[in-house]
């Protein structure tokens, strides 16, 4: 193993500031070079996260009705600018600021300041702020699904940097953040198995339940059900989620060890086993038949269930994870929304909070010391190392998580709706013809907006009554023949 940079750079070497080394002084990077392949892997995994924010959008906007879609697509666009700045102007000091509480963390780093050179590990500070930025984003990414087809653009943004603020970031500070409650009691989070899917999926459930159901379906009280209008965005979007992933999972040992490999082949694993899961419950369910959006949701339980676990449990059980995980989350999607009433139709919470919380559950049954230990300098095990306690850590850490998330979400939607010009929810003339076009600038899916054009220009208006004219044509013609029949048959 390369030698530690802290073990160089350190607060008696010359230069030394809060920064972790004057520039102007010293060179910081001669601390680094031993661990210059830890860095790279670190920077190609920062990268390779991004594609899961237009894959999330994808995936969400083809799950959604085509009038709505394109709305999607903004958002995920959106928070792109939105949860960066958030970040770099507060996110990262509250999350990892060294002097945290046990709950949340101070303002130290407000302004990444002083967020240089400083080691973590064998990478500097300010590449794992990178690093850690896109995990924030796709969690906001997904939390905003929960909003789809009924919710008004500007306030959900406004809600994304607040959720940022007051959920997301002491989640984190307590899970990863070594001064963290949950970190100091033990419980095992490889990669945001409670802070990015469990919390996500329960704020999406929280935004769809304070919004209520979508306007058509008020009346009736029957919840919506629609299929996906493309299973083919959906499938595209879950290439690149699938691809993405490798850098969330891969990146998350920050090095570039023998336990990083493990946990690659870990993810793929489970991302494989979870279409099988998914596939083999449908197929019974449809009595024979697949489907393509099926599939794809597959993936997507077992990248999420592998996610807490991919760097602590053996490859076997991987297959597992990522097998019981997608059936459990297939068996519960027929009767979920009906039981609970609320109007989720992109199986948000489903997909990462039941996901999740499987996923974390089964980490604290599998993980193994012998493959935290592959990165030379890890230690964790569960129920197979006979650390029987370790399922209560994991038990616990759900709980904490989706107790303050819901309680939370819901404080903090009701507060930003009384706010003038933040209402959430969309009129319901919007909301029937979709949110496109009303808060998209001459932009839609172009099919729907093509018959948004017929209707207006009258067109389905008249084939309706060219259709009853051929149709009384039709009547009298059959009726004149039948008569001009009775009429031969009497003579």
Known sequence: MAEYPSDIFNDTSPGWTAAGGNSQLMDVNLAYAPSVGHQAWLMISGVLIMPIIPGIGLFYAGEARRKSALSILWQSMAILGIIPFQWFFWGYSLTYAADASPFIGTLTNFGLRNVISVPMGYIPEILFSFFQCMFCIETIVIMIGGAFERCRLLPSMVYAFCWATIVYCPIACWTWNSNGWLYKLGALDFAGGGPVHIASGVGA????????????????????????????????GTIFIWMGWFGFNGGSTLNATVRTGYVLVNTNLAAATGIMGWNALEYILYKGR?????????????LVAITPAAGYVPVYFAAVIGFVSAVIVRGVDNWFNEFVGIDEGLMVFKNHAIGGTCGALMTGIFAANWVTALDGSSSASGWVDHNYIQLGYQLAEVCAIIGYTLVMSIILL??????PGLKFRSE?????????????FNEGMGDHELFLALKEAGFFEALAIKGRELLSESVTTSTSKAEQAEEKKSS
């Open 290 to 302: 697949f489907s393509v959006a099926g599939s794809c949701r597959g993936v997507m339980v077992g």
């Open 414 to 419: 009701y507060l930003i709706n009384y706010i």
């Open 428 to 440: 319901e003339h919007e909301e029937k013809e979709g949110l496109d076009l009303h808060y998209l």
């Open 205 to 236: 459930l929280a935004f769809s339940l304070v919004l209520g159901k979508r306007i058509e379906h008020k009346d009736d009280g029957k919840l919506p059900q629609y299929d996906a209008h493309s299973p083919v965005m959906i499938y595209i």
